[in-house]
């Protein structure tokens, strides 16, 4: 099959193309009623919290509400594996990268080219395309995320040393708590304490008691509502955000542009290089499904904690905000063109 013939195969995908129209409509609704004031100045964060507190963990909890198999066992180690490996690989690459900034302004940049939107931005996404599968290996990828965002960025960022209040927030963090629950169902399903259920060509099969998909559908149900939601919600509340701010301003700045350069097209290019060569190689192989989740979750925009640490701890507040601005805008147009050519690289047969 020729490159044309994949890029029409993959153009005329009704999954692929209403996955992305989904997003960018929805965006631009968000947008849309910031402008003409339907949505007031609150909603944006509003909604953002109800995403964060409720959708995204019952979204990550219902991830894992499936059987267990060999193979996606090793597609979960393996992404947990490069979720930890790659960002080391940011620390130590992003310094040469800024290399001609100094002080508060090369760490700012650093930081926030390291970490990116991957929860509030990249797991939505993820979903809409990839479904359960996705969701699952986003939620393992963000495991690593979330231990070098609380500990590296939070010391780079204030100077200090690792406080326990930051452990805390680590841990006690709602989606956290949602993804630990269900991986920890997810792993153990065979040992936990079994129950007779009959499946819905009724036949009766034994399942953990914990499995709710399973056991407990009037509790399984509502969260699956509330799952739903957190696609749409965080569309909005997207471009709810963006039609508050001036664009213009914002990438007027050279250095704000090249930072939204690195981070949505060469960061997620750098993952999809070193995962081709490890795959290639067999040393790491990961599956098409846990390549395009990594590689969309490295394209989102400035993560929202590390233009907060930027603010509160005062370094180059001004240059977090434009860059959190500019990255967004930017990802929301480079998004749809890298699930693209992701779907082009699923045609050509690389990854299983």
């Known amino acids: ?146 231990i070098f965002l609380y500990s590296y960025g939070y010391i780079k960022m204030s100077g200090l040393k690792m406080e326990a209040k930051n452990i805390k927030t680590m841990f006690l963090n709602p989606i956290v708590l949602a993804t630990f629950a269900g991986l920890f169902i997810w792993l153990f399903q065979a040992y936990l304490p079994q129950v007779t259920v009959t499946n819905a060509e009724g036949v009766a099969q034994q399942v953990a008691f914990l499995r709710i998909d399973q056991t407990a559908v009037w509790l399984f149900k509502p969260m699956t509502y509330l799952a739903g939601l957190c696609s749409p919600l965080a569309w909005l509340a997207i471009g709810s955000t963006l039609g508050e701010v001036r664009f213009k301003e914002a990438a007027s700045d050279k250095t704000t542009l090249f930072y939204g350069v690195c981070k949505v097209i060469l960061v997620p290019a750098l993952n999809l290089l070193l995962l081709s060569l490890l795959t290639a190689t067999n040393i790491l192989p990961v599956s098409y499904e846990a390549l395009a989740t990594i590689v969309i979750m490295m394209a989102t925009p400035t993560a929202t904690v590390a233009a907060a640490y930027a603010i509160s701890f005062d370094k180059d507040a001004i240059l977090a905000s434009n860059a959190s601005l500019v990255s967004t805008i930017m990802a929301v147009i480079m998004m749809p063109i890298w699930i693209v050519v992701l779907e082009i690289i699923s045609k050509t047969g690389i990854f299983g």
């Open 1 to 146: 099959m020729s490159i044309g013939d994949i890029l029409k195969t993959t153009l005329t995908d009704m999954n692929i193309v209403s996955a992305i129209t989904s997003t960018i409509f929805i965006i631009l609704l968000g947008y849309y009623c910031r402008k003409k004031g339907i949505f007031g100045e609150s909603v944006g964060k509003i909604l953002s919290k109800v995403v964060l507190t409720v959708a995204l963990p019952a979204l990550a909890f219902n991830a894992f509400m499936q059987n267990i198999d060999k193979h996606q066992l090793e597609q979960s180690m393996s992404v947990l594996i490069w979720g930890i490996i790659i960002y080391i690989i940011l620390i130590v690459v992003s310094k040469p990268l800024f290399m001609k900034f100094k002080g508060d302004k090369q760490d700012t940049l650093r930081v926030l080219t390291i970490f990116g939107s991957t929860t509030f931005f990249g797991i939505p996404i993820v979903g809409a395309i990839y479904g359960p599968q996705g969701v699952l290996y986003a939620s393992v990828f963000n495991i690593g995320y979330r």
